[in-house]
């Protein structure tokens, strides 16, 4: 099992295969590594394709204290795996709480970030703050309670997440097996230690302005807490580029493989390009 060792010594499970221009593909919440198999099969003949298990997710260790989990930490993180694999620099893909770690790395370490393909970005940004965070409390202490019960109902019944189920029954199946091997653990240290500290993305607009790493911005059509985040990374990041997906929820890049897939390949074949 191949394992990088983050800056505190946490184990986190990677799989790179394929070669070429290297891609790292970093999950979301209620994702792992095999969020990414699509990508990784479609992608792999071409560019050397990433994927790890984020802390807290096994086989990557689960710390106990929630003081090991953060966004800052998150975006280290994509370093460590980064270095283990020996790469100087990749091309950085994110979905959702992915996507916020791989802003945040690119804004810390621009010269290891060839471009950064940020999908379904800054849910949460546009709640009133105390409310964001006593609802994340809220759904943490949830799953703390009922535990996988919890983590199926959290993840399958929410408006952005049933276009899987109507467009891929088979797709959708293989997202609820892979939340039957989450850590409830894990998963309550990462809301209470990404999600509910993480401050919403315009905070961040300064950085963003004076950021000038190619960027792809992807957003499902009918993921309405990412319209307004995903429009304005449109408008405050230098070049930065939108594509919206119709009929598409939180989840764009396994409900729209192919879409994303070709869009991913030739966004970075133009950045390659240019380098």
Same mark, same amino acid.
């Given at each position: 099992?191949?394992q990088?060792t983050?800056?505190?010594?946490?184990?986190?499970y990677?799989?790179?295969?394929?070669?070429?221009?290297?891609?790292i593909?970093? &999950?979301?919440?209620?994702g792992t590594c095999r969020?990414?198999?699509a990508q /990784?099969a479609?992608?792999?003949?071409?560019?050397?394709? +990433?994927?790890?298990?984020a802390r807290?997710?096994?086989?990557?260790?689960?710390p106990p204290?929630v003081?090991?989990y953060?966004?800052? +930490?998150?975006a280290?993180d994509i370093?460590?795996?980064?270095?283990?694999?020996g790469?100087?620099?990749? &091309? /950085?893909?994110g979905?959702?709480?992915?996507?916020?770690a791989?802003?945040q790395?690119a804004?810390?370490r621009?010269?290891?970030?060839?471009?950064a +393909?940020l999908?379904?970005?800054?849910?949460g940004s546009d709640?009133?703050p105390?409310?964001y965070?006593?609802?994340m409390?809220?759904?943490a202490?949830?799953?703390?309670k009922?535990?996988?019960?919890? +983590?199926r109902e959290?993840f399958?019944t929410s408006p952005?997440? /049933?276009?899987?189920?109507?467009?891929?029954?088979?797709?959708?199946e293989?997202?609820?097996?892979e939340?039957a091997h989450?850590?409830v653990?894990?998963?309550t240290n990462?809301?209470?230690g990404?999600?509910k500290?993480?401050?919403?993305?315009? %905070?961040h607009?300064?950085?963003i302005?004076?950021?000038r790493?190619?960027t792809?911005v992807?957003?499902?059509?009918?993921d309405a807490g990412?319209?307004k985040?995903?429009?304005?990374l449109?408008?405050?990041?230098?070049?930065a580029?939108l594509?919206i997906l119709p009929?598409?929820?939180h989840?764009?890049?396994?409900?729209e493989?192919?879409?994303?897939?070709?869009? %991913?390949? =030739?966004?970075i074949?133009a950045? =390659?390009?240019?380098r």
């Amino acid at each position: 099992m191949s394992q990088a060792t983050a800056a505190d010594g946490v184990k986190l499970y990677y799989e790179a295969q394929g070669s070429g221009a290297p891609i790292i593909f970093v &999950h979301e919440l209620a994702g792992t590594c095999r969020s990414f198999d699509a990508q /990784v099969a479609a992608l792999k003949p071409r560019f050397r394709c +990433i994927t790890f298990n984020a802390r807290g997710y096994p086989p990557s260790d689960v710390p106990p204290s929630v003081d090991s989990y953060s966004q800052d +930490i998150a975006a280290s993180d994509i370093g460590a795996v980064l270095d283990a694999v020996g790469e100087k620099d990749a &091309h /950085v893909m994110g979905v959702s709480m992915g996507a916020a770690a791989a802003l945040q790395f690119a804004l810390a370490r621009p010269s290891r970030v060839r471009s950064a +393909i940020l999908c379904s970005i800054g849910s949460g940004s546009d709640a009133k703050p105390d409310d964001y965070v006593a609802n994340m409390e809220a759904m943490a202490a949830k799953v703390e309670k009922n535990g996988f019960a919890q +983590i199926r109902e959290n993840f399958t019944t929410s408006p952005a997440r /049933v276009k899987l189920k109507e467009k891929n029954a088979a797709e959708f199946e293989k997202f609820l097996d892979e939340l039957a091997h989450f850590s409830v653990l894990g998963l309550t240290n990462t809301m209470r230690g990404v999600q509910k500290r993480r401050p919403p993305l315009y %905070v961040h607009e300064a950085r963003i302005k004076a950021m000038r790493i190619p960027t792809l911005v992807v957003q499902g059509g009918d993921d309405a807490g990412c319209a307004k985040p995903s429009q304005f990374l449109k408008a405050t990041l230098p070049g930065a580029r939108l594509e919206i997906l119709p009929n598409t929820g939180h989840g764009v890049n396994i409900e729209e493989p192919e879409r994303v897939n070709r869009m %991913v390949a =030739e966004f970075i074949d133009a950045v =390659e390009a240019r380098r």
